[in-house]
């Protein structure tokens, strides 16, 4: 049954979605436009289906004639037959089709003609935005819900499944719609596997879950959800008493019945071990989950879950396919970052000393505790590359590619994995860009006096060259000349003192080399893009607030 789910999960997915109750038609002489119109919005969300989409006037009238559609979406100018000419035929017709006119700014004089025909609204092409759409939409589907019911009464929505369990949890849980025995109530009507008594709250996380949807190509994920609902919900059958919801994109919430008769045996345990061992055969994935304390009734269920959440957050330090239960919290005191230190060889053991210890206090910090962590790797990124002779031109890119990767990690020790792979490229782009002794021993001398008022001059004095031809091996080698590149050495450091201390920043500005605070923020700004208290603000690990945020 199982494999015959995964093998067929498209089908499985079209099964699944709600009975579309108001037919569309969309007229527009733009196939981009016609097809981002049509693709860009979840019309059964609406309770809508486009039944046609055509290229013009003359072959949206016959469509019109073939599938009588509720709701008519149409540009103004089309070949053939143009959108007012359609809009007109329409209406010779009946009165109760709705009509939302596509209109440029050149063309608002018609739109202003075309509301005589009884529009409900219209959309500027150039800037509209699924939300706009969307409000369209709903003021649309509100005017055809009080024609079909004149008296007041509203139909009853056909909905698919999940899209109500879900509301009725989140409704609930988060936003306070219903009371406790009128989310009971909500749960028998809909059937559920869940009541009141004994019960656990899990979130179930799918590790790196960013590699599922590319796997599935699914760009939305609404196939994938569909897939993992329909298996949550087979193995939770067997379970017995129990119900799955999606949460977020990776994670899912299973609401858990427990009875007497468990005994001192954990009943978490069995699920937890048979969905783990499913999913890992089926969709090459791991799980994590958080079990939370044992409650008795649904008024602990958002407590709840946020013990659960909790407990799955230990996922950071600990690892990744694991359960964790509230309660049994990790001892990160206990994390050996000294293993570290032997990956970061290139950074310098005094760089490798100050970052040890800037991680090593987030990591005595509650919450978001891998934001901040990443955060503070992030800031790192640009603090090798100095110690290594590299400036930011040479570099960029590198840093751009290894800060996605270091946003996509799930665990503590992934980001140190990370981090040090982008040392190690680092040095083999270093040693790409071996250089010759002469401009080896400029960037040395740079990188020991960037403080002082350094010349060209002097540079070249003091290596026994002359001027012009350290200049030219400058352009040739460093791809800078001689002063662009001292300024960036001194922003770096600057970038480094904004980062780990408190100075004001006209102390960095003078301490780093520059005589005039002026056109050291000009040149902070020129190179960085913020202004210095910008950038400190941005940078720091401590600007995230603590905050629980649905």
């Known amino acids: 049954m199982l494999l015959k789910i995964f093998n067929n999960f498209k089908q499985i997915y079209r099964k699944r979605v709600m009975i579309p109750v108001y037919k569309v038609l969309i007229a527009e002489d733009e196939t981009l436009a016609r097809m981002l119109l049509k693709n860009s919005i979840e019309w059964n969300r609406f309770d809508m289906q486009v039944v046609a989409d055509v290229p013009n006037g003359k072959l949206a009238l016959e469509a019109y004639e073939k599938a009588a559609p509720d709701i008519v979406i149409t540009d103004i100018k089309m070949p053939i037959m143009d959108g007012m000419s359609f809009i007109a035929s329409i209406r010779k017709r009946d009165t109760r089709t709705r009509i939302v006119i596509l209109t440029c700014v050149e063309e608002f004089d018609l739109a202003r003609q075309a509301m005589q025909y009884g529009v409900t609204d219209y959309l500027p092409k150039l800037t509209m935005s699924p939300v706009e759409l969307q409000k369209v939409l709903g003021k649309v589907r509100m005017e055809l819900d009080d024609m079909r019911h004149p008296s007041g009464e509203k139909p009853a929505l056909i909905w698919d499944k999940e899209a109500l369990k879900e509301s009725l949890l989140m409704d609930f849980m988060f936003r306070g719609k219903f009371t406790e025995a009128e989310f009971g109530q ?3 009507d809909l059937g559920q596997r869940f009541e009141l008594g004994p019960m656990y709250v899990m979130v179930m996380e799918i590790d790196h879950y960013r590699r599922l949807n590319e796997k599935f190509k699914d760009e939305k994920g609404q196939l994938v959800r569909m897939s993992l609902l329909n298996v949550l919900d087979e193995l939770l059958g067997a379970f017995g008493k129990g119900e799955a919801y999606r949460d977020a994109d990776n994670r899912y919430i299973l609401l858990l019945n427990v009875t007497a008769g468990d005994g001192a045996q954990d009943p978490t345990a069995k699920l937890m071990e048979e969905v783990r061992k499913t999913f890992l055969t089926y969709f090459k994935v791991t799980l994590t989950f958080g079990v939370s304390s044992l409650g008795h009734s649904f008024g602990e269920i958002r407590l709840m879950y ?13 690892g990744l396919n694991r359960s964790f239960r509230f309660g049994a919290l ?12 032997g990956k970061w060889a290139s950074l310098g053991s005094q760089a490798t000393k100050t970052f040890l210890q800037q991680l090593s206090v987030l990591l005595g910090h509650d919450g978001n505790l891998r934001e901040r962590v990443i955060h503070l790797f992030l800031a790192w990124l640009h ?22 990767r270091i946003r996509g990690c ?3 020790f992934e980001l140190a994995e990370e981090f040090g792979n982008y040392l190690n490229a680092l040095v083999e782009l270093r040693q790409l860009n071996s250089f010759s002794k002469e401009i080896a021993q400029a960037l040395a001398l740079i990188g020991s006096k960037y403080k002082d008022e350094l010349t060209l001059r002097q540079i070249a004095k003091t290596i026994g060259i002359s001027p012009n031809y350290l200049s030219t091996l400058f352009k040739k080698e460093v791809r800078l000349n001689f002063m662009d590149y001292l300024t960036n050495v001194r922003i770096e450091e600057a970038k480094r003192l904004l980062q780990d201390s408190n100075k004001m920043v006209y102390e960095i500005s003078e301490q780093v080399g520059f005589s005039d605070q002026s056109y050291f923020t000009r040149s902070f700004k020129k190179i960085v893009g913020l202004a210095p208290n910008e950038y400190r603000k941005q940078r720091s690990p401590e600007s995230s607030e603590d905050k629980y945020d649905r």
């Open 410 to 412: 799930e665990t503590l």
């Open 383 to 404: 603090r090798p590359a100095a110690h290594l002779g590299l400036v930011e031109v040479t570099y960029a890119e590198l840093t751009a590619e290894y800060g996605d």
């Open 330 to 341: 990790p001892d990160n005191d206990n994390i050996n970052l000294n293993e570290f230190a």
């Open 186 to 188: 909500g749960l028998r």
């Open 306 to 318: 946020e013990e659960a959440c909790q407990s799955a957050a230990n996922k950071f330090t600990e």
